[in-house]
């Protein structure tokens, strides 16, 4: 079965709902599922993300020809130049796996081998990508709910690539999902995907009223808003050097005690960074006052 992601093309052992498509002949990844995935003799893991506890959430190896992903008790995956192999760790809601392929695994597959893809969700305003970047809980969802339900087609939900074109920096779409909150999912007026089980407390939305909420297709990049908390609301640029900075926090990075992988990901935002409209919008974590908010975002983000 052949599937389209982050513009790459994925053949996978077992359907793959969440995705669109694709009736190409090659793929650029192959998918295996089921797989038999030890961890490389004396390999040395590193701790890329941590529940909010401090509990390891996902570490990383890296082998002579792979990488190794451990995400908690759920699944461990091996990842080389084309191939992603998933192993999962006892009894694992199907959902919950596509879940850790699609948003996580896959998106870490592409910066071990070279694609800069940040972590942020995406929609699209007047044919141009906005970008809203943040650690994980921050509402990067929630925004790109909020402003879908007012028209804004949805690029992203956690991952968007960013890659040069002929007409210049565009943001390549992950997959059409959105992943919410009940509390979420009220505010911007979506219901729930069907009653599929899975291990998170999120669930994927649909809207009721707009079948079409989604884009697949890459954009423009327009400007990219780092989630902070504050108060009130404000939205301040930020310079080129700090906007940089921005995009190596929130980029998505294989293995952060290779200096080697750091330095070609420095060299690739250092090479766009010309491109990068980067703000840190400010807002009160406030459902009352999220619509304000979106529509606040909605109207900067296309000003020129």
């Known amino acids: 079965m052949m599937y389209r992601a982050y513009g790459r093309t994925l053949e996978s052992d077992q359907p793959l709902p969440e995705l669109d498509a694709a009736s190409a002949v090659r793929a650029d990844l192959r998918l295996v599922w089921n797989a038999t995935v030890h961890a490389p003799p004396g390999a040395r893991w590193s701790t890329l993300w941590r529940f909010s506890s401090g509990e390891p959430w996902v570490t990383a190896a890296r082998a002579s020809n792979a990488h190794h992903f451990r995400f908690g008790r759920l699944a461990e995956f091996r990842v080389s130049a084309a191939l992603i192999e998933m192993a999962p760790k006892g009894r694992v809601a199907d959902a919950t796996l596509r879940h850790l392929l699609l948003d996580q695994a896959l998106p870490l597959a592409l910066a071990a081998h070279g694609a800069l893809v940040v972590h942020a969700s995406a929609v699209s305003l007047e044919g141009r990508a906005v970008l809203f970047a943040g650690r994980a809980g921050a509402?990067?969802?929630?925004?790109?709910?909020?402003?879908?339900?007012?028209?804004?087609?949805?690029?992203?939900?956690?991952?968007?690539?960013?890659?040069?074109?002929?007409?210049?920096?565009?943001?390549?779409?992950?997959?059409?999902?959105?992943?919410?909150?009940?509390?979420?999912?009220?505010?911007?007026?979506?219901?729930?995907?069907?009653?599929?089980?899975?291990?998170?407390?999120?669930?994927?939305?649909?809207?009721?009223?707009?079948?079409?909420?989604?884009?697949?297709?890459?954009?423009?990049?327009?400007?990219?808003?780092?989630?902070?908390?504050?108060?009130?609301?404000?939205?301040?640029?930020?310079?080129?050097?700090?906007?940089?900075?921005?995009?190596?926090?929130?980029?998505?990075?294989?293995?952060?005690?290779?200096?080697?992988?750091?330095?070609?990901?420095?060299?690739?935002?250092?090479?766009?960074s010309s491109a990068l409209d980067v703000w840190i919008l400010t807002r009160p974590r406030d459902f009352s006052k999220a619509a304000e908010v979106a529509r606040a975002v909605a109207a900067h983000a296309v000003l020129r």
Do not use: C, N, W
């Not at 400007?223 to 080129?240: A, E, H, K, N, Q």
């Open 139 to 272: 509402g990067k969802s929630t925004l790109a709910a909020l402003l879908a339900r007012d028209g804004a087609p949805v690029l992203a939900d956690d991952g968007v690539l960013l890659e040069e074109s002929a007409e210049g920096l565009r943001a390549v779409p992950s997959y059409p999902g959105l992943r919410l909150f009940s509390d979420s999912s009220a505010a911007a007026a979506l219901r729930p995907a069907g009653t599929e089980e899975s291990d998170s407390t999120k669930r994927r939305m649909v809207h009721a009223m707009r079948p079409d909420m989604f884009q697949s297709a890459a954009a423009p990049l327009g400007r990219i808003y780092v989630l902070s908390d504050g108060p009130t609301l404000s939205i301040d640029r930020v310079s080129r050097r700090d906007a940089a900075i921005e995009i190596l926090r929130h980029a998505y990075r294989a293995d952060i005690d290779d200096p080697h992988a750091l330095r070609r990901q420095l060299d690739a935002i250092a090479g766009v």
